[in-house]
């Protein structure tokens, strides 16, 4: 079956520009994980979604940053106002977490710049 | 706070040698499970591996095996016959069974595998 798709795969913004960032997780996962990954760094924790129940926000850097998921399904990482340190690949996963399987599966990333 | 800890930010290996990569986990849980990921420069992220703390038989899949010492909470992941496209970031992780709430990635090991 299709895997965690993301779009864009590429983002070049202005500093101070919005920008929206979307993830489709594999169909019936009902977990949904946000991280960002610097160059050659490892995976910073944003935000993690499960099922109806209310996100885990504690990884957000600041109150630009949202997300939403809509319908238990899709969701989208919005960064407002962006500055040059926001520049970074925003990696999605999606997993079963249902008590016998809790492997995340990544989607391809988002690599944003901003100028 | 669930921790992982991965002592070597980088190793490198020669072509059909075996390497161990080093991962130690701090917690308080008697259930959990444990994963290795690997990300080549492509940037995808995939599973390699995963243990479930309650197995004591080491998990195995292909030329990676890993090594599972629940009493020194260490999870090492053990690579034979090392080839060319093993060259990647790996990360350990580690999730309590809890739907996937605290989920926790190491900082990675950079491997390189030499010609």
């Known amino acids: 079956g299709a895997g965690v798709s993301q779009s864009p795969s590429n983002k070049v913004t202005e500093k101070g520009k919005d920008v929206e960032l979307r993830c489709d997780p594999i169909?019936?996962?009902?977990?949904l994980y946000w991280y960002r990954q610097s160059l050659g760094q490892g995976l910073e924790f944003l935000i993690y979604f499960q099922g109806n129940s209310a996100p885990d926000k504690s990884g957000l850097p600041s109150d630009r940053f949202s997300a939403e998921r809509t319908g238990g399904s899709v969701s989208t990482l919005t960064i407002q106002r962006t500055q040059q340190e926001d520049s970074a690949v925003y990696l999605c996963a999606s997993s079963l977490a249902n008590g016998i399987n809790y492997e995340q599966y990544f989607g391809p990333g988002t690599r944003l710049t901003v100028t | 706070a669930q921790t992982v800890t991965q002592s070597q930010p980088e190793m490198s290996v020669q072509e059909a040698e075996t390497v161990t990569l080093s991962c130690t986990y701090d917690t308080s849980e008697n259930n959990y499970y444990l994963f290795w990921y690997k990300q080549p420069p492509s940037r995808q992220m995939i599973l390699v591996i995963r243990?479930?703390?309650?197995?004591?038989q080491n998990a195995t899949e292909n030329r990676f095996s890993v090594n599972f010492q629940k009493a020194a909470k260490s999870f090492s992941l053990k690579i034979s016959d090392s080839q060319l496209g093993d060259t990647a970031m790996y990360f350990c992780?580690?999730?309590?069974?809890?739907?996937?709430?605290?989920?926790?990635f190491g900082p990675g090991t950079r491997l390189s595998v030499l010609p």
């Open positions: 992780a580690f999730t309590l069974d809890n739907y996937g709430q605290n989920f926790v």
């Open positions: 243990q479930e703390a309650y197995k004591q």
């Open positions: 169909s019936g996962h009902t977990a």
